[in-house]
């Protein structure tokens, strides 16, 4: 699928294949409801599979294996999966920097690198004229390794009408030539 890439952001760090990132413009009156994120995709079932190919019958998105990472209530980051073994839920609170940042300026971007046995994870959002940082790093089990996919996401929302934007790595030059 092909589309126009979307504008470019100082709070978004995308350089290489194993980077995807997502730009979460919260609506002000609903700053602290809901959940917002991004999600990695892993395997997708044989059946759902078949489903995308032909269109006949009915996909069962559960059965696919899935990283989600889900910013709630601009209050915490849930990191969870779907399909997956020996993976625990895991909740990052947000930082003070983060939350003031997000109240004064409604956004937030979430940098995503796969690196070899784990997820870094970096959350970017401005104040004023300062970039607030937080990161961390998820480790990953040899399956989740194997299988997750940069280049393969879903953007999750519910509850809210946040604004939503993906990031990924566009290896193509711009055919774009300037007027001179």
């Known amino acids: 699928m092909d589309f126009p890439a979307p504008k470019p952001s100082s709070l978004i760090d995308v350089a290489n294949k194993n980077q995807v990132a997502a730009l979460i413009e919260f609506e002000a009156a609903q700053l602290h409801r809901g959940k917002t994120g991004i999600a990695l995709q892993g395997k997708r079932n044989?059946?759902?599979?078949?489903?995308?190919?032909?269109?006949?019958?009915?996909e069962q998105a559960s059965d696919d294996q899935l990283l989600m990472l889900l910013v709630e209530d601009?209050?915490?980051?849930?990191?969870?999966?779907?399909?997956?073994?020996n993976f625990k839920t895991k909740q990052i609170a947000l930082t003070p920097e983060i939350k003031d940042a997000l109240i004064a300026d409604k956004k937030?971007?979430?940098?995503?690198t796969l690196e070899q046995a784990q997820l870094r994870v970096n959350l970017h959002a401005q104040r004023g004229s300062k970039k607030v940082t937080q990161q961390f790093s998820i480790p990953l089990n040899k399956q989740m390794i194997a299988t997750l996919n940069s280049e393969k996401i879903s953007l999750l929302g519910q509850n809210n009408n946040h604004k939503i934007t993906p990031y990924l790595f566009n290896s193509t030059p711009s055919r774009l030539l300037p007027i001179t």
């Open 46 to 58: 044989q059946k759902n599979q078949k489903y995308r190919r032909t269109f006949v019958g009915e």
């Open 74 to 85: 601009s209050s915490h980051l849930i990191i969870n999966v779907q399909n997956y073994d």
């Open 108 to 112: 937030l971007a979430i940098n995503l």
